[in-house]
């Protein structure tokens, strides 16, 4: 049991116990009542994938090792899946931005715009491929369907990371490209 969940435990204890109103902070001095989105329960009931993954991105690093602890790529996945999309969305507005500023230039301006319009149409082309295919890993690994939905999870942030790397490593090229 955490630090912050005996706290709470003991809490509810002794203000049931106690008679009259009793406040936290008074009996605890320096106690700050978790959130009640702090419980990866919660995290699990969210309404879409994008809000799981960002539930589980807020949770203190030690709750999610608490949590994989119980059960392996329960947790982590997801929020590593939060950060692997900030990294990705972050690598294509940088080569995007290195596009702009490298490629409009010259007797086509638009052949900046032209080259955005492509990378987000392959990205989506992209992101619809990694669906599937993690999807599809933990089938061909003998996996439980009920461990397919979370072992999916943890392919689409390795994939995503991956991919990430790869478009930040175009945007450096086209930079260097002009100097």
Known sequence: MTHERLQAALLIAVT??????AVASDLFPGFAAPAAAMDPGDCQDAADLDAKEA????????????C???RLFACAP??????ARQAHE????????????????????????????RLRDAERAWE??????CALEPLLDGM?????????????AEKT????????????GMEDAER
């Not at 539930?55 to 709750?63: I, N, S, V």
């Open 68 to 70: 994989e602890s119980l």
């Open 161 to 172: 990371r991956a991919r990430a790397a790869l478009v930040r490593a175009r945007a450096t």
């Open 16 to 21: 049931t116990l106690m008679p009259g109103p």
């Open 128 to 133: 619809a491929w990694r669906d599937a295919e």
């Open 90 to 117: 972050a690598a294509i507005e940088a080569l995007a931005h290195a596009s702009r500023r490298t490629r409009a230039t010259g007797s086509d301006p638009s052949y900046a715009d032209t080259l955005v319009d």
């Open 144 to 156: 439980s369907r009920n461990e397919a939905v979370d072992l999916a999870e943890a392919c689409r």
């Open 55 to 66: 539930c589980y991105a807020r949770l203190p690093a030690a709750m999610i090792e608490e």
């Open 78 to 83: 997801y929020r590593n899946m939060h950060i």
